[in-house]
């Protein structure tokens, strides 16, 4: 009988301590991942300070997808066609030199230079994270790769939750420059890591980048490829079919804190942003110690779509911030499991040389999901056409839709395509 469990799952200690290589990629996502929620609190705080426009703040989270999803479709074919590891090290010293920009910015009139710089930042991360995920089954056992992508959920989420948290305490006491400083230093750390690591690596010779119908024929080779294999397209619509509902309600967590402490709104949104980061830990764990069977992810990952739009239910009509804290961290646990499951599904379904097109896919209905749902709700804000705790019912019952949805369709189809038991 075939076993849909990985098979001899390393623990996390062992993960760490017997491969090298990928200890040295997991130390460069720490760097950088804590300078990113430095950032990205920093920005939200510094634009709500300058403007005090919900949708001039929806516009900092939009500028940090759209240009995603332009850049996605090339950034796959580079990814297969070219070195993964020297791509993210020129991603990282790159993206360095960006963030320093910001310290530009002193008033309202300096916003175009927010949105350009986050543009050129998000094009260069467009590059980064599908060589990362393509990159983590080419230094990994099969018994490792379940750990290995759990750990880096849970580093992600905890690094979410330290990093909002301290990006809040950072910015209310040093200010918007210190942080972008430390963010711009966490990106060469990253790059040191990397250039010791080494990562085996399948191209597609056929992936070249020439031409512009040499480039349009690589990516068209791609999503032809996520059609012909229904299997791998159903898992890279996994976490945007999350997002349709859940972008909007992330984007409005920061309006959220900003609400609940008035006075202080770095803090309030680094609580609610770090609480988000603690539920999201709390998910790939889960499905690590109590959820191996591989066979049962499709249906988790739309009931637990459902049980996030049920908490944000919750947080629409909640008066008091402990019960909302707690309602936030439920909310995102859900999505830390989809996020993990759904990486490690197509990491095995997908054939080395086509893993950064499909990644690349997989980011762009993310960020698709992620604009629509967000610009979607900054709009009815800035019109005034709903008020904040109305807004997260809205899209808070747009999750649950989509959750039922995902359920409805995706749940038989996987169940008819699992091959029958030896």
């Not at 991603?91 to 920009?101: F, H, N, P, T």
């Not at 909002?164 to 711009?184: C, K, N, P």
């Not at 999201?280 to 049980?307: C, K």
Request: charged content about 15%; hydrophobic content about 55%.
């Amino acid at each position: 009988m075939k076993d849909h469990a990985a098979a001899q799952t390393v623990g996390f200690r062992e993960l760490l301590t017997g491969n090298t290589n990928y200890r040295r990629i997991w130390l460069g996502e720490v760097a950088s991942w804590f300078g990113d929620w430095f950032n990205a609190i920093a920005l939200y705080t510094l634009v709500r300070e300058l403007t005090g426009s919900p949708l001039a703040l929806g516009l900092v989270f939009l500028t940090k997808m759209v240009p995603f999803a332009v850049a996605s479709p090339l950034a796959g074919l580079l990814v297969d066609r070219f070195n993964r590891r020297r791509l993210m090290i020129a991603a990282d010293l790159l993206r360095a030199l960006v963030v320093l920009g910001f310290l530009l910015v002193h008033e309202a009139s300096d916003l175009y230079l927010i949105y350009a710089l986050t543009g050129v930042q998000v094009i260069l991360t467009a590059v980064f994270i599908p060589a990362r995920s393509a990159s983590i089954p080419n230094v990994t056992t099969a018994g490792e790769l379940l750990t290995a992508n759990a750990l880096s959920a849970a580093t992600w989420s905890t690094l979410l939750a330290v990093g909002a948290a301290l990006g809040g305490v950072a910015t209310e006491w040093f200010g918007v420059r210190v942080v972008f400083v430390l963010d711009s230093l966490s990106y060469l750390v990253s790059a040191a890591f990397l250039w010791r690591t080494s990562i085996p690596q399948q191209t597609d010779p056929e992936a070249s980048v020439g031409s512009v119908k040499t480039v349009l024929g690589g990516i068209a080779k791609g999503w032809r490829y996520l059609w012909q294999h229904r299997e791998v397209g159903r898992m890279a619509l996994a976490k945007s079919t999350w997002s349709l509902g859940g972008g909007a309600l992330v984007y409005m967590l920061a309006l959220l804190g900003e609400d609940l402490m008035p006075g202080s709104p770095a803090l309030g949104i680094g609580l609610l942003y770090g609480l988000r980061g603690l539920g999201t830990g709390v998910g790939p764990i889960a499905v690590r110690s109590w959820l191996p069977d591989e066979r049962r992810w499709p249906l988790m990952m739309g009931v637990g779509i459902v049980i996030s739009g049920l908490c944000y239910v919750g947080v629409s009509v909640v008066p008091w911030l402990v019960g909302i804290g707690l309602l936030v961290v439920l909310a995102h646990a859900p999505s830390g499991a989809n996020w993990v499951a759904s990486t490690v599904l197509l990491q095995k379904r997908t054939a080395d040389s086509f893993r950064g097109r499909v990644f690349s896919a997989e980011w762009l209905a993310v960020t698709l999901a992620d604009s629509i749902s967000i610009l979607t709700a900054s709009l009815l804000l800035e019109s005034g056409s709903v008020s904040l705790s109305t807004g997260v019912l809205v899209f808070a019952v747009v999750q649950i839709l989509c959750g039922t949805l995902w359920a409805v369709l995706v749940v038989p189809a996987e169940r008819r395509a699992e091959p029958a038991d030896s």
